[in-house]
């Protein structure tokens, strides 16, 4: 069983900042690739950020510039540093590992439960 464990999110004001945290923990022996996705209610759930084992890294057009996303390979921990918010990146951010498990699988379908992250005007 991997666990990812999303932490960060809560209530700003346009033009705040906040940063998530995504610690993955369990049954990993290497982490890939990580990421970043947001939903919000009645939309579908969409890219935001990755980094992948050798650091590179790719944004979605909307928050490029604004986002930034680093990783602790030694923690297995992904984060997203978000500048200059927007009330339309209201929505619930999950974290996403692509990684090898103790039971030799390569899976790219591990999630975290999400943290709320809240943008007022």
């Known amino acids: 069983q991997v666990q990812l464990v999303e932490s960060g999110g809560g209530l700003v004001q346009a033009g705040g900042s906040l940063r998530l945290s995504c610690a993955a923990s369990g049954s990993i022996v290497s982490v890939f690739t990580m990421g970043w996705y947001r939903q919000a209610p009645g939309k579908q759930r969409e890219f935001v950020a990755r980094?992948?084992?050798?650091?590179?890294?790719n944004y979605a057009d909307s928050v490029k510039g604004r986002f930034t996303i680093s990783r602790d390979n030694s923690r297995n921990t992904v984060y997203l540093q978000m500048n200059s918010l927007k009330p339309e990146d209201t929505a619930v951010y999950y974290c996403?590992?692509?990684?090898?498990?103790?039971?030799?699988?390569?899976?790219?379908?591990?999630w975290g439960q999400g943290t709320q992250v809240t943008v007022s005007s």
């Open positions: 996403n590992c692509f990684a090898r498990t103790v039971r030799g699988e390569v899976r790219d379908d591990i």
């Open positions: 980094i992948s084992n050798t650091e590179t890294t």
